[in-house]
């Protein structure tokens, strides 16, 4: 398994204000992801965060508004930029490791945001 | 509480009955499913996974049943808790994309009534 802890938990932000979000994992983990969960929603996958190189993102997310980092195995940040009411979300850092068959990816508790 | 699964759809059941929640896939690639549960202020939590040359498996209380000829899941939980209460994703992988990144359902709220 793994235990993810994400920064802040919870937060009220200003329009055109942005917030980075951090993601810490107490193991090195290969595969680090970026979902986000709107409000009474499901899950939608923004971004891969790669390790020294660029993230790799969705359909419908880009680079400017949604800048991430992954300076090592454990650690990843995501910035939402410029926010505005429609970002107010969880937004959910979760790791894969492999482990024999399993693909299961394990989720920290969420980041909630609501943007006034 | 929080805002997950205010607009999803609702299964409420009596405690000690049977629960059958479903799901469809459309990814014909895909080859291994998980289910989540997600209770109200927390991440989604493992509950059980199945690969495609399986058509069932079952963990404590819990069976998922695939079928592939109708891309449908489902999550069986036998004997509801009031503790089964929350939101259930199923989620599916597909091989062609890179690491185990998931494609996730819509989700069913699970109400258990005491």
């Known amino acids: 398994s793994a235990v993810i802890s994400q920064k802040p938990s919870r937060d009220i932000c200003q329009r055109g204000t942005s917030l980075t979000i951090q993601c810490q994992v107490d193991s090195q983990v290969t595969m680090m992801f970026w979902y986000r969960q709107q409000p009474g929603q499901s899950l939608t996958l923004i971004a891969t965060?790669?390790?020294?190189?660029?993230?790799?993102?969705e359909s419908g997310f880009v680079i400017d508004k949604f800048p991430i980092s992954r300076p090592n195995l454990t650690f990843s940040t995501l910035t939402v930029s410029n926010m505005s009411p429609e970002d107010s979300s969880i937004y959910l850092c979760?790791?894969?490791?492999?482990?024999?068959?399993?693909?299961?990816?394990?989720f920290g508790e969420g980041s909630r945001l609501t943007v006034l | 509480g929080e805002s997950v699964g205010l607009h999803l759809p609702t299964l409420s059941v009596q405690e000690g009955d049977n629960s059958i929640i479903n799901c469809a896939y459309s990814n014909s690639a895909s080859d291994y499913f998980i289910w989540y549960k997600q209770e109200s202020g927390k991440g989604p939590q493992f509950i059980i996974d199945?690969?495609?040359?399986?058509d069932k498996r079952q963990g404590q209380r819990v069976t998922v049943l695939l079928n592939k000829t109708v891309k449908h899941l489902s999550l069986q939980i036998a004997a509801t808790q009031p503790g089964d209460s929350a939101v259930y994703f199923c989620a599916e992988n597909d091989p062609n994309n890179a690491g185990n990144m998931l494609t996730f359902g819509g989700g069913t709220r699970l109400m258990v009534k005491p």
């Open positions: 979760s790791v894969g490791k492999s482990s024999g068959a399993s693909r299961e990816l394990f």
């Open positions: 965060a790669n390790q020294g190189s660029e993230a790799t993102y």
């Open positions: 199945i690969r495609s040359n399986m």
